[in-house]
C-alpha cells in the first residue's frame, strides 16, 4: 500500500500555495547556538567516556563553561581574557620600567644622556584592574646638552694656542 | 549508531529551523527557546537518532507543551492576585509575514494545523507524523485533507495569500 495519498487537483494546487507561503525568518543566532551545541556535545562526550573519574567530569564541566556564558554580563570578555590582559598590561610597564632605568645606568660617566627627566603618574584606560605600581609611566624627555664637550674641548684647545 | 557532529546539527537547524519555530508557536511564546534545547539535547545525544528530523519535532513538540502547561498553570495563579490591567496587558507584536501565516494557520483546528506544519514545512513522511503526534498515519492523513478543504474554503472568499 502506498505511504502517500492522492490528493484532487484542487486540494494538490491550494497544498503547493501553502507550501510556496514564506516561513518568518528565524530569530536565533545560528553562529551562537552552533558554538554552544559544540560545547554541550565537549561535555556529553566527556561524561559519557568517562575520561574523568567521578565528582572530576563535575569540576571540569564547570571549568569548561562557555565563555559567552562566563563574560554574559561583562561585554563577551571573560574572567580568564580580563586576566590575561591586565598582565599583558602588567608585564609591559615592568618591561619599559627596566629599559629605561638599564639605559640610565649604562650611560657614559659626564656625559648627560637628559637634562630633565619627569615621572609621570599615569593610569591608562586599560589598566583598571592593574595595581598602581605597575602603571606608573617614566616619560624622558632628551635635551641637547647646552654646550657640547667637543665644542668645549676646541675651545679651550683655542685658548691654550692663543 | 554514528554519533552527532556539527555538521548535522547546522544542517537540521538550516533545514528546519524555521519550520520548528512555527511548529513550537502553536503552543507557545517562547518558541525558540523551545528550538534552542532541542538542538542542544540533540547536541548532547550520545548517538545520532534513526530519524534527526522526526526526533527534532518531538522534542520541540514536548518542550513547547511543556512550557504552555507552566504558563497555564503561572496564568492561572496570577489571574487570582493581579489587577484586571493586568490581566488585558498586551503581547509584544509580531512581525507582518508572521502574523500572516499564523493568521492563516490559527484559522485550523489544533491537530490539523499541528499536521499541516510538520507535512509542508517539515517534509516529515506520514508514519513520522504519526509517530511525533502519536496518532495513526490515516488519522493524520484525514486531518490533513480536511485541512487543505478548509484553507481552499477560506482562499475561494478571500485573494490568494502573498508569496
Not at chain 1, 530569530?27 to 567516556?49: F, K, N, P, Q, V
Request: some cysteine; glycine content about 6%.
Amino acid at each position: 500500500m502506498s505511504q502517500e495519498i492522492r490528493l484532487p487537483a484542487e486540494l494538490a494546487a491550494c497544498e503547493a500555495l501553502l507550501a510556496a507561503h514564506a516561513l518568518p525568518a528565524c530569530g536565533i543566532d545560528r553562529d551562537s547556538l552552533l558554538y554552544r551545541a559544540g560545547w554541550e556535545a565537549a561535555l556529553a562526550h566527556i561524561g559519557a567516556t568517562g575520561q574523568c573519574a567521578g565528582g572530576e567530569t563535575d569540576r571540569l564541566a564547570g571549568t569548561l563553561e562557555s565563555p559567552l556564558a562566563k563574560g554574559r554580563d561583562r561585554g563577551g570578555i571573560s574572567r580568564s581574557t580580563r586576566a590575561a590582559m591586565a598582565w599583558s598590561a602588567a608585564s609591559a610597564a615592568l618591561a619599559a620600567s627596566i629599559a629605561v632605568a638599564a639605559t640610565l645606568a649604562l650611560r657614559p660617566p659626564g656625559r648627560p644622556f637628559a637634562s630633565r627627566c619627569r615621572v609621570l603618574a599615569l593610569k591608562p584606560a586599560c589598566c583598571g584592574s592593574v595595581s598602581r605600581r605597575w602603571s606608573m609611566c617614566l616619560t624622558i624627555t632628551a635635551v641637547r646638552p647646552r654646550r657640547r664637550p667637543v665644542r668645549a674641548a676646541a675651545r679651550r684647545l683655542r685658548r691654550s694656542a692663543n | 549508531m554514528p554519533p552527532v557532529d556539527a555538521t548535522l546539527i547546522a544542517e537540521m537547524f538550516d533545514r528546519h529551523g524555521a519550520a520548528l519555530v512555527l511548529y513550537a508557536s502553536q503552543w507557545t511564546t517562547a518558541a525558540e527557546d523551545c528550538v534552542q534545547e532541542a538542538v542542544l539535547e540533540l547536541a548532547r545525544q550520545r548517538s545520532r537518532p534513526d530519524n534527526p528530523a522526526a526526533w527534532l519535532y518531538r522534542v520541540v513538540r514536548n518542550r513547547a507543551l511543556n512550557t504552555l502547561r507552566s504558563a497555564q498553570r503561572r496564568q492561572r495563579r496570577e489571574e487570582t492576585a493581579a489587577s484586571e490591567h493586568w490581566r488585558r496587558r498586551q503581547r509584544a507584536p509580531d512581525p507582518q509575514s508572521s502574523i500572516e501565516l499564523k493568521e492563516l494557520l490559527g484559522r485550523l483546528a489544533a491537530d490539523a494545523r499541528e499536521i499541516v506544519v510538520l507535512r509542508v514545512w517539515g517534509g516529515l513522511s506520514w508514519d513520522e507524523i504519526a509517530d511525533v503526534v502519536g496518532g495513526s498515519r490515516s488519522g493524520a492523513q484525514r486531518h490533513y485533507v480536511q485541512a487543505l478543504e478548509q484553507l481552499r474554503h477560506l482562499w475561494e472568499h478571500q485573494p490568494c495569500p502573498k508569496k
